[in-house]
């Protein structure tokens, strides 16, 4: 063989190396991140990677059309169109979820985007507000047509959804991942979480202890006026907690997953896809999306319940905070899966605290600016169940450490929760 020969095999050579570099290794797994095209690709895809040089086309083909679960978005307009075409609330409620899906997905992509730009500490922040954007609009919604156990039963089960199915897949998904090591968290955080959770149980457990005892000086106003009372109070620690976070001590989620060897990785792997300004965008059309959806979702949930033959607490508590927690459950099984637990613990304990000690108490004032009784009597059964969920977590956080089977403990609870509700009959239209 030739010295041509040799030279022509040096050059393909070159250009099929055997490893590939680290940087170019590390991609994400999950669907919602951006699709790379080869160099074989078709003429469509070359067309589309001609037309990213334009930023808003670039930005909209990232975030609408990169997700896979983006598929479910028609899903939503089909929604509306049957709400006005047929009087079948079952489908509507089912199509109305399945649009709603993808939208909370994508609103916890455009945080995590903006957090880039805001740093850590304000990004964890944005990211449980924007979170909870769903079950906000749609407590909103079923406020303003007076269906207030509705509003109670859908936080309730947002809460217990963080807590107990959305952190007990992530610590499983992590645990199985990092199977080889124990993964640590700051415990200093976890302890604040669990003590402000406690807080809104007591909160929420003395209106249903003051009203199950009939042990109130007005019936029926009594614990009405101890709820809006508690609920500034509650406002009040969750501003102060805010105020804690940011300036008396930011770090207070540590970062201790994500020193050493992990400030590599995070260099590599975390760079914003779209600007600071297309998030903000994007949150504001999403959130409106959202707003319109959630409308048709409430007018249809007491016909689904009935065409279904599920039972409004279980729509209130299971099917719909599920649906409204997607963001948080993509992002906290992601950061579990990079090893970066502190963060983990912002997004789905964070959400949790952020629900019952601002979302709740907000629902109770605004109610109370619209002349709805809405108060934080959530009822015996309910109540115990938050209480008891509280005591378990609480429990698995004390030591700071995260396996898989912590996390599968977490998953079988919430199944027991979500099998209690099922066959559990709401007593509220009973009381006196």
């Known amino acids: 063989m030739g010295p041509a020969d040799e030279r022509m095999e040096l050059d393909s050579d070159e250009k099929i ?66 709400h ?29 985007q903006l957090a880039f730009y805001t740093g850590s500490t304000v990004g964890g922040l944005l990211n449980a507000t924007f979170g909870n954007a769903t079950e906000m609009i749609i407590s909103i919604y079923a406020l303003k047509n007076g269906m207030i156990r509705v509003v109670q039963q859908s936080l309730l089960g947002s809460i217990l959804s963080n807590m107990l199915l959305v952190l007990g897949c992530a ?29 809104a149980v007591m909160g929420l457990m003395f209106p249903a202890v003051l009203h199950f005892t009939h042990t109130e000086v007005h019936f029926g106003k009594s614990e ?7 609920s500034c109070i509650m406002l009040v620690a969750y501003a102060s907690y805010i105020f804690f976070q940011l300036k008396v001590q930011p770090n207070l989620y540590g970062q201790i997953s994500q020193e050493g060897a992990h400030e590599e990785d995070s260099e590599d792997e975390d760079a914003p896809e779209i600007t600071q300004w297309e998030a903000i965008g994007w949150l504001a059309i999403l959130t409106l999306w959202v707003s319109i959806l959630s409308g048709y979702l409430v007018d249809a949930i007491q016909g689904a319940s009935d065409s ?17 927690n997607a963001a948080e459950h993509a992002s906290a099984i992601m950061f579990a899966v990079k090893d970066k637990l502190d963060i983990t613990l912002g997004v789905a304990i964070g959400s949790s605290t952020q629900i019952s ?11 109370w600016l619209m002349g709805q009784p809405m108060d934080l009597n959530f009822q015996l059964f309910e109540t ?22 912590k996390g599968l403990m977490l998953i079988l609870c919430y199944l027991i929760v979500a099998a209690s509700f099922f066959v559990h009959v709401d007593p509220s239209n009973d009381d006196d």
Not at 176 to 186: A, L
Not at 224 to 230: I, K, T, W
Request: hydrophobic share 55%; net charge positive.
């Open 17 to 82: 190396p055997l490893s590939t570099p680290p940087s170019a290794r590390k991609s994400h797994t999950f669907d919602f991140e951006a699709v790379h095209f080869s160099p074989r690709a078709g003429p469509l895809k070359l067309w589309i990677r001609k037309q990213m040089k334009f930023r808003p086309l670039r930005s909209i083909y990232i975030v609408l059309l990169t997700a896979k679960i983006n598929i479910l978005l028609p899903f939503g307009p089909l929604a509306i169109l049957l």
């Open 84 to 112: 006005y075409l047929t009087g079948k609330h079952g489908l509507v409620f089912f199509f109305s979820l399945l649009g709603i899906t993808p939208l909370a997905e994508r609103l916890g992509y455009a945080t995590e």
């Open 171 to 199: 610590f499983f998904t992590g645990g199985i991942v990092h199977h080889e090591k124990v993964q640590v968290f700051s415990k200093a955080a976890a302890l604040v979480n669990s003590g402000l959770l406690l807080m």
């Open 224 to 230: 009405l006026a101890l709820s809006r009372f508690s």
């Open 308 to 324: 279904l033959h599920i039972p409004v607490a279980f729509i209130s508590v299971i099917l719909l905070p599920i649906v409204g």
């Open 357 to 367: 000690m601002f979302v709740i108490p907000f629902c109770v004032v605004f109610g």
């Open 384 to 405: 115990a169940t938050l209480f008891v969920a509280v005591l378990v977590v609480a429990f698995m956080l004390q030591e700071g450490t995260s396996n898989y089977f």
